[in-house]
């Protein structure tokens, strides 16, 4: 009884915030709520993961971005709902719980909605399912290649999920085709709000790029020693150094850590670096490693191994989506020699890694082999000027010479 | 482990991070990487998968002997005789 008093008083203050399909992604337009980790009168604090999600991307770990006590739900599971779509009500319990959101608000939602949802309403609402069955990404596409009716097959998973192992059973119905048009429609929705955004990064922000041959010898052989006796799971990749060493050369120059937003540059006091990964499915996702900053190189690595687990699995984090305040794209060993990327806004910088390639160089008249990565960085002309973009590069590089500091 | 055995393994590793990737479309005797479109990151998750399903760990002065489907077989063969 007591507890049911304290949260009637708290429904009392009624300052009461919308918890939305949040946006994860320049590709995203709707969300499929898969289940609820909360009821109401659960207090909850933000950062708490209180629904799971599904998405283009997989499942996602949906967290709240406030503290206080879930005051309603408004939607339940299994529902196909649009982004800004408003999935439930908590009561604010802290008094400056607004003004601490509001700012993150304005910088990662609010740009990535308008972006993304207006331009699409008409391609994700026409396809919203609500009696899709529960099945992970990989039985989903297995079913659309096989044409199998997913609703036919009985699931053994949590809440009835269809796993992989239920699609070898004798309880499928092969004879049930299942429309493979949702299928197109939902790539095609993604390149659309691919487009849209890019399209609005490119008209609205004036690129301007920078390219710098980054001697890469050290780097390498540290690594070649490092790793010799390692486990694959203590091996350390290039990709760790990158960004360790760009996490450093943006400590020095903050001007490239930020947002741009309501015509000025906001610096953004934590160095979250947005990591492209490709899907094998087609399409994107960009989730940030927080405060490389403050990761050791080991740190680092295993959060990178991290996010690639989780980004092909699910369960990446709702705010891993949203707040990377800079970009790193990385060719690897199999891509190109540079990559000018587009900025995604409202960030004013990306990074392009390109493939480690041998040259020959000179060294006090001698030819040497020599090993070097084209760096390239795609700049915001209204907050940065080409001396702080050079001066970066030469930063970046001279961190990348003592790889055993970073 | 016997040839089968280890077969069945490497596919199970493989489908942790290529789910679409039959053992008919691994030409055996082409890099594994090339074949099943591996980045440096998949490769090594491939790695761990597999430590996690032999117990052997691959280290990367030995990355020339494993990098295509057949030679992994004929190395873990060995490697848990």
Redesign the interface.
């Known amino acids: 009884m007591k507890e049911e008093d304290s949260v009637a008083e708290i429904l009392g203050n009624d300052i009461v915030e919308d918890i939305i399909m949040p946006s994860l992604g320049a590709d995203m337009t709707e969300g499929m709520l898969v289940e609820w980790l909360v009821k109401p009168g659960d207090p909850v604090k933000r950062g708490d993961v209180i629904a799971v999600i599904e998405t283009q991307k997989g499942a996602i770990d949906m967290e709240v971005y406030h503290t206080g006590v879930i005051s309603e739900i408004l939607h339940e599971p299994i529902v196909t709902l649009p982004v800004g779509t408003v999935m439930a009500r908590v009561t604010l319990t802290e008094p400056g719980e607004r003004a601490k959101v509001t700012p993150l608000d304005s910088v990662t939602v609010t740009p990535l909605d308008s972006v993304t949802v207006t331009p699409l309403d008409s391609i994700s609402l026409t396809h919203v399912e609500t009696s899709t069955p529960l099945a992970s990404p990989?039985v989903r596409?297995?079913a659309m290649?096989q044409r199998l009716d997913l609703t036919e097959v009985k699931g053994s998973g949590p809440l009835g999920a269809i796993l992989l192992r239920d699609l070898s059973g004798s309880n499928i119905d092969r004879t049930n085709a299942i429309e493979v048009d949702d299928a197109i429609n939902t790539k095609k929705a993604m390149r659309g709000a691919i487009a849209s955004a890019m399209s609005k990064s490119k008209n609205e922000i004036p690129h301007f790029y920078q390219s710098l041959d980054i001697e890469l010898g050290n780097a390498l052989q540290w690594l070649?020693r490092t790793?010799?006796?390692?486990?694959?799971?203590q091996?350390i990749?290039l990709?760790a150094l990158l960004l360790k060493a760009a996490a450093k050369a943006l400590m020095k120059y903050p001007d490239l850590n930020g947002f741009y937003q309501n015509n000025q540059f906001v610096h953004a006091e934590e160095i979250h670096i947005g990591n492209v990964i490709s899907l094998?499915q087609g399409g994107l996702v960009v989730p940030a490693i927080h405060n490389v900053d403050k990761l050791s190189v080991d740190e680092t690595m295993e959060a990178?191994?991290d996010i690639?687990?989780r980004g092909?699995s699910g369960h990446l984090r709702s705010s891993e989506l949203t707040d990377a305040t800079i970009t790193i794209t990385n060719m690897?060993?199999?891509g190109t020699d540079t990559v000018f990327g587009v900025i995604y806004p409202p960030q004013v910088a990306i990074i392009g890694f390109g493939k480690v390639r041998e040259t020959p160089q000179l060294v006090d008249g001698d030819l040497v082999n020599s090993e070097v990565m084209s760096v390239c960085l795609s700049a915001d002309h209204r907050v940065i000027d080409g001396m702080l973009g050079a001066k970066f590069l030469n930063a970046l590089s001279k961190q990348l010479q003592k790889p055993e500091l970073l | 482990m016997k040839n089968q055995e280890i077969k069945v393994v490497l596919m199970k590793a493989i489908q942790e991070i290529a789910p679409e990737i039959e053992l008919e479309d691994i030409d055996v005797d082409e890099d594994l990487r090339d074949e099943c479109d591996l980045d440096s990151m998949d490769f090594l998750n491939y790695l761990i998968e597999i430590k996690k399903l032999t117990g052997v760990k691959i280290t990367e002065g030995d990355y020339q002997n494993v990098n295509t489907f057949k030679k992994m077989v004929a190395y873990l063969e060995q490697k848990t005789e």
């Open positions: 990989v596409k297995m290649d070649k790793n010799e006796d390692r486990a694959p799971d091996h990749l990709l094998r990178i191994r690639s687990v092909r690897g060993e199999r």
